[in-house]
């Protein structure tokens, strides 16, 4: 068995009037969410594994990737610490943004999501089950406003 790597990336997918992408877990209905996905030992570095899980989960390949250099380190949840080494209680997660011109319709994986949505950012804060991407979509409207592209 190949373990996962105990380090992620989180994709915050907007657009310039910040709105964002959530989509739903289909291994757990109700648990929406921004783009996540574990790295992989063939990904060349954590802005790799943000495009490839954007292009697994999402399907959308135009638009800006920023990573935000911000990290979260958080306990992984005791029903998936079987997908990782022995002894391995925590994971470090690392967020990017990925802004595209305007909504559009995802490409999901069934396996993975069963459905999408696009909301304000504040919606979305309420919507999502994470309390790392809660806090990313906070920091979405602070980020994109400092940079003046915030209406």
């Known amino acids: 068995m190949t373990f996962k790597i105990p380090e992620s990336v989180l994709v915050v997918v907007h657009t ?37 899980e954007l292009r697994e989960e999402t399907g959308l390949a135009t638009g800006t990737l920023t990573d935000w250099r911000l990290t979260n380190r958080y306990e992984i949840w005791p029903q998936w610490r079987a997908r990782y080494a022995p002894g391995v209680t925590h994971n470090t997660e690392h967020v990017f943004g990925f802004e595209v011109e ?10 993975e999501h069963t459905a999408q949505l696009w909301l304000p950012w504040q919606e979305a804060m309420v919507k999502v089950f994470s309390p ?16 003046g592209s915030a209406a």
């Open 132 to 147: 790392t991407n809660r806090d990313a979509l906070w920091q979405l409207s602070r980020r994109v406003g400092r940079r």
């Open 16 to 52: 310039p009037a910040l709105e964002v992408l959530l989509i739903e877990r289909a291994a757990q209905p109700g648990f929406w969410q921004s783009v996540t996905g574990s790295r992989e030992p063939d990904d060349a570095d954590l802005a790799a594994t943000a495009w490839r």
């Open 102 to 111: 305007q909504v559009a319709v995802a490409t999901l994986d069934p396996a």
